[in-house]
């Protein structure tokens, strides 16, 4: 008689509710896969894998612009730049698409993520009874108190953020079309007005932070809005480490060659 | 007088095509992002940033499909198995996903590239004059004195890849439609009759091959069939990451830590 | 005249005093390389890149160690199972040990880090007049009312780490023979009392804990704790992922493909 | 009666001969770790869990020194650049490292592999029956048929790596005290030979061709070079790493944000 570990264990071990794969069988969600080639769009397939449930037409709309504007920010984004290297060091196109998405972290690619968390605690004071403007006084003052970068306003590149106009537009007519309810767009704006109101410099909300609302009004998960980001992105970083390898650099800088860092250290 | 280098010598370093960005500019392949936002699918910027030029409908439906296809094929696959055990031990999703991503390398992922030049190669000798079943055949010979592995052909999982129809139906009716010419179509039913055709057990077509056929027939360089193969995985890594994180493990093995592996060395 | 950014600006933006590389010359700290090979012990080379001066031979001893102690944990650590996994999926080898050293993240690699500034706390509140049993108990408490997981003590698999017992002794002898002060070495095991008295099942100190006493007492900053480890398990990495190279799996799962995951979705 | 999967199975599909873990056991090539703690050096422990046997001091010395020389190269190095951007994102030190290692593919790590082919392939011919200078000429001139970059031989750099010098001068030495049989030392110069002999400008031997004379005499497989190089460089990715930590800037990019990238496409 055994008490020792059985397969059932292992199987345990390895459960999902995303796919059920088997010999001649690929469903995901509980659909099959012939069901949804053909049938359903790429950004319809993306949320049906972290949501569980295909997306209503205006939620897809919301989802495909917020992918949409996130795609590319040009070999000065940290996240373009090294997969551009690492596709002149000899290494799939696939090491030097994981070499950019690896830095998406908390500083790249966690701006949006940080920013719903801000909303979501704006919304959350207005419920229990803050004016908004109030609420978003108080929770600005208190992001302050810990971190100098309030996440999702303002853009050391950019006055204003060319993708701010269309992004707040389209989440302002799916509020009007009842697709979704608006709480993050308003803790959005309190809190641009509070960045912005008597200031010689505005702070306007940037692609973090009105990606942040899209995600938030979709109800996604705060980590999301980084897991979303990572899939817009891929695209500017797999279109440039492809433009890279077509330009034929073997072991590409930073700089030219004749470029030589300061040195700082003893001599 | 100085023959130094120049801050111009800089800019060219980094020179790209792809996207413009300057202070309130964001400009992808000459497109203003504002116009793209909510105007153009997320498939629309895949194919614009790759290509150049946005895709007809017809591309883009083939393209959407392709990537569908791929999504997601459980923890088996190693990618997806990667990414589940990297979200358990204290790193950012973008990190779970990069880890995911970077196995999609000449086994995993590369399947795609290396068909679409085995058919690019069945196509070419038929062009030059050899009917299209000896050309499939001598392709098919001559990639197996290379390798016992035919890139796009055969599945180690199932007996016919349920991918399979879909994507081979669509493409039937975009050759029908006049979208793509059918000469990667051709080609792979041609190699698959040669490994079908009197066996005892058949060897299909399965999604590398399927979707080495769409990017064919689209266009596509055969390096971006792992390009593209890498955005829609990264969508099943993704999700595999998000539920992994909510199940609460921490530093993950692939199995339970009861069952020990099996020592081979030194006692 | 001009106010535009110089090519100066460019070399400052990667300034270094770690290296100095030009035409002909190499330099670590300062130091010829030249000077280096043969001279110094590759140990030795850690420290001088990381602290600016070379060790004496006890703190290269005590780094030594500490390095050799963390190099293998085997293929349940998912640092190893994930480069296995990938050194099956046709990528180089660098790519392998990339995706395991890509893991060593706050849960996997971090606890080191962690228990540094552990027992830096306890140092400290002993220095501010604190008994150090009570500075140990008190943060202890503060660290159990923030996470169920005290990091540097108690392990999953050992009941008491084999690695405890060399690293302790050795550090001892350092103390004794003046090499480093014994601070934290007193502070491990104040915690370890704490967590041992008068309990059923002790939790000794493990090798995260132990590491971070010989990091602390060498003077190290709490991340590189992390980073050194780094530099350890990679060795490790490195020999798991060159023997499955050499077992020529292709697209290894986490478990035979005969065991399927449970599946827990909508059926 | 079951022919259904076993947990042996999953023990087996783990296999491995480098390291004993059990509960309370750590093996590493069947010698207890508690026994290699303090006794064995870092590199002693690396050459251990590659090649299953302990080094002597002739062949430790060697590797030792191989492993110095390839520790640093300073920003203009892809894989030192890329970990410092990382470390600028927000990701773990782990991460950044990663980030480094994994790009030390075909064109930046895998110079070492591939002149240790190529010098072995000059060893066989002369082994053949082939005068030495004939097999490297002949050799020299296939490998130049195929590509136009010589591995291991020529820096952009360094006219004379200075890494050169130390480096063959210690094989040199090992060569006379017996510790290894000179074959690769001997193949080295010749090609060095064949490609400076009557040239306006030398191709002198470099860091890659160097280290792959150290490991081809020492016996290592030629895909441990690019191993072995990784663990080298990790301690120079992870130096510079940590510096750019402590410099403070957020999301740096490969210039100052006030370059421009050349923009070569449509307006």
Redesign the interface.
């Known amino acids: 008689m055994s008490d ?23 469903e ?3 659909r ?3 069901e ?3 049938q ?4 319809g ?2 949320w049906l ?2 949501r ?1 449930q295909p997306p209503t037409p205006g939620q897809e ?1 919301l989802l ?2 917020a ?3 996130g ?9 373009i ?2 997969a ?3 596709a ?8 030097a ?3 950019g ?10 701006a949006g993520e940080q920013c719903m968390e801000m909303l979501a605690e704006v919304t959350s004071r207005a419920r229990a009874g803050s004016a908004l403007g109030h609420a978003a006084t108080s929770v600005v003052e208190d992001w302050r108190a810990r971190s100098k ?1 309030l996440p999702g306003f303002g853009h ?5 953020d ?2 701010r ?3 707040m ?2 989440v302002e007519a799916a509020v009007a079309e009842g697709v979704v309810d608006g709480a993050y767009l308003r803790a959005a704006k309190a809190v641009e007005h509070v960045l912005t109101e008597g200031r010689r410099k505005p702070v306007p909300i940037n692609v973090d932070g009105c990606t942040a609302v899209v995600y938030g009004e979709l109800g996604f998960a705060p ?2 809005a ?2 979303l980001f ?3 992105r ?3 970083i ?6 890279e ?1 077509g330009q034929g650099r ?18």
């Open positions: 020792g570990p059985t397969v059932r264990d292992v199987s345990d071990w390895w459960s999902t509710a995303v796919s059920r794969i088997e010999p001649d069988v690929i995901l969600r509980g099959p896969i012939q949804l080639i053909g359903t769009s790429f950004v397939v993306i894998l972290l569980g709309r495909e612009a992918l949409v504007s795609a590319d920010h040009g070999p000065h984004a940290p996240s730049a090294v551009r290297i690492a002149t060091c000899g290494v799939g196109l696939n090491n698409v994981a070499t998405v690896n830095l998406l972290g908390d500083v790249h690619g966690g970068y050391r590149f950019h006055s204003v060319p993708r106009e269309p992004l537009n389209l980590p999301l980084r897991g990572v899939l817009s891929s695209v500017g797999l279109a440039h480490a492809w433009e390898t073997r072991n590409k800088g930073p700089m030219p060659p004749t470029i030589l860092p300061t040195y700082l250290g003893p001599v």
